[in-house]
């Protein structure tokens, strides 16, 4: 499990950012993101990781085309194509505003558990708080328990204040009881949402 105070905010250049392949120029990030699909080949990364001055570079697969897993590329994350928004605000960490925050060493790390990731969330509204947190929590631990087999994992969690200490030790046991064996590379954000009355958990997994 990886957490602690989270300053990274303080610096305006996002740490991830989706680049397109039409794009004029390539603002600068640490996280270069792209959708496998807008035709990027290998020279096409090369510029991309030269011009945005990226530290690494994930793809964003969202559809079942077959693509090339070239070694510029650090990561695969597979989501849908309405998702493609909510796996790059999970990956910019300099957005966490809260007490627990990771950094993009972090994520650097995350992405050596595997090639290939997969991405969840779950999300409820009402007027409870720790009803909210219960439900999401049930929701994403059963979306979790799924999967094949779990090498990694990688939590975002969005409420409209900062969370005390005890709603995310609630949580991390929630998900490292069911992943006992990979404790250590599970990393956590903590991040603020405008949205009233609601409570998110977001989510990407290394699997087989």
Same mark, same amino acid.
């Given at each position: ?12 250049t ?8 039409t ?9 270069g ?26 793809g ?11 070694d ?14 909510a *796996? #790059?605000?999970?990956?910019? %960490? +300099?957005a966490? !505003?809260?007490?627990?925050g990771?950094?993009v060493?972090? @994520?650097?790390?995350?992405f ?7 991405f969840?969330?779950a ?11 219960? *439900? #999401?929590?049930?929701?994403? %631990? +059963?979306q979790? !328990? ?6 990694g994992?990688? @939590?975002?969690?969005e ?5 005390p ?15 006992p064996?990979i ?26």
């Open positions: 499990m990886k957490y602690h105070l989270d300053e990274s905010y303080i610096d305006e996002p740490n991830a950012f989706l680049y397109q392949r794009m004029d120029r390539y603002p600068r990030s640490a996280i993101c792209f959708i496998i699909s807008e035709d990027w080949d290998e020279q096409a990364l090369l510029e991309l990781k030269e011009k945005s001055e990226a530290w690494f570079l994930v964003l697969h969202i559809n079942d085309m077959d693509f090339d897993r070239l510029i590329i650090e990561g695969i994350v597979k989501c849908q194509p309405d998702e493609v928004k *796996v #790059t605000e999970l990956l910019n %960490v +300099n966490a !505003s809260t007490i627990i990771i950094d060493v972090d @994520i650097k790390s995350l050596k558990c595997g090639n290939l990731f997969q969840i969330q999300s409820a509204t009402g007027d409870s708080e720790s009803d909210l947190i219960k *439900v #999401t929590t049930y929701e994403l %631990v +059963n979790l !328990s799924k999967a094949r087999h779990t090498k994992l990688f @939590i975002g969690m409420s409209v204040q900062s969370l200490i005890e709603v995310f030790a609630y949580i991390a046991d929630a998900f490292e009881e069911l992943l064996n404790s250590e590379n599970i990393y956590y954000r903590s991040s603020m949402t405008n949205e009233p009355n609601s409570f998110h958990l977001k989510a990407i997994y290394a699997e087989e």
